[in-house]
């Protein structure tokens, strides 16, 4: 897993974002928490002081690892996927991936791996951009551009952009049932609302920047 660093940006401007709209996500009974790109330890320092759950991260960037070890109680640095097969088996509560999936090469085999770290009743826990965002969406269909941007939507180090439809697909691709998703971060002007009833709802997704997912193990069949 690796995020690369846009050059405008800061570690702390980039890997310091708080994400407070994403606790309420969190299990509260959540004891033992995994943060795949875990940035600085700012989300993970919000989980342990609303639950007192001992928080784990990942991170590539090895600044904000350091940053990350110094709040948390254990921090690996380095990429994701090779780093995930250290943590201990059926051990976690929840599974954190703010703004990380879209940044991945292959974000199902993630998915698919991190999925024995978690104990029966774990859940993976995401913040997904939403590429049919009404905004972007009228970059690419009205102004007929796809900008490369150093934060939102057009991250330039986005790899993979997702809809609503395609974040379900991809949970259950990797072995997870979607336990709730729900829009968040919501486009609410006056444009956004006359463009969803002129299509009869059919851009109601639109509204939302990202989704919130939360998905659980499925049992697979032997």
């Known amino acids: 897993m690796m ?5 405008s940006k ?9 994400r407070p709209e994403m606790l309420r996500f969190i299990p509260p009974d ?11 330890g700012v989300f993970g320092a919000a989980i342990k002081d609303s639950t007192g ?4 991260g990942i991170e590539y960037n090895e600044e904000a690892a350091q940053r990350a070890g110094g709040i ?3 921090v690996l640095a380095g990429d994701a996927n090779q780093r995930i097969a250290e943590l201990p088996d059926d051990y976690f509560d929840a599974v954190i991936c703010n703004d990380v999936l879209e940044h991945l ?7 698919t791996r991190v999925r024995c770290k978690l104990n029966p009743r774990g859940v993976v826990v995401a913040s997904i951009p939403n590429i049919r965002y009404l905004p972007a969406l009228g970059k690419v269909v009205f102004r007929r551009d796809f900008p490369q941007e150093d934060f939102g939507i057009f991250d330039r180090t986005h790899l993979r952009f997702f809809t609503r439809s395609s974040m379900v697909r991809m949970f259950e691709d990797a072995g997870y049932s979607m336990r709730r998703i729900k829009g968040i971060n919501p486009f ?12 009869l709802g059919h851009f ?3 509204v939302f920047l990202q989704y919130a997912c939360v998905a659980e193990k499925r049992e697979l069949a032997t």
């Open 30 to 40: 959540a004891q033992r928490v995994l943060e795949l790109g875990c940035g600085e």
């Open 53 to 56: 759950a001992e928080v784990w």
């Open 188 to 199: 609410l002007g006056p444009f956004g609302a006359l463009f969803i009833a002129l299509s």
């Open 3 to 7: 995020r690369i660093l846009p050059e």
């Open 10 to 18: 800061s570690v702390t401007e980039y890997y310091g974002h708080q």
């Open 72 to 74: 948390l109680d254990h």
């Open 204 to 206: 109601a997704d639109g």
């Open 105 to 111: 090469v292959d974000p199902r085999d993630t998915l």
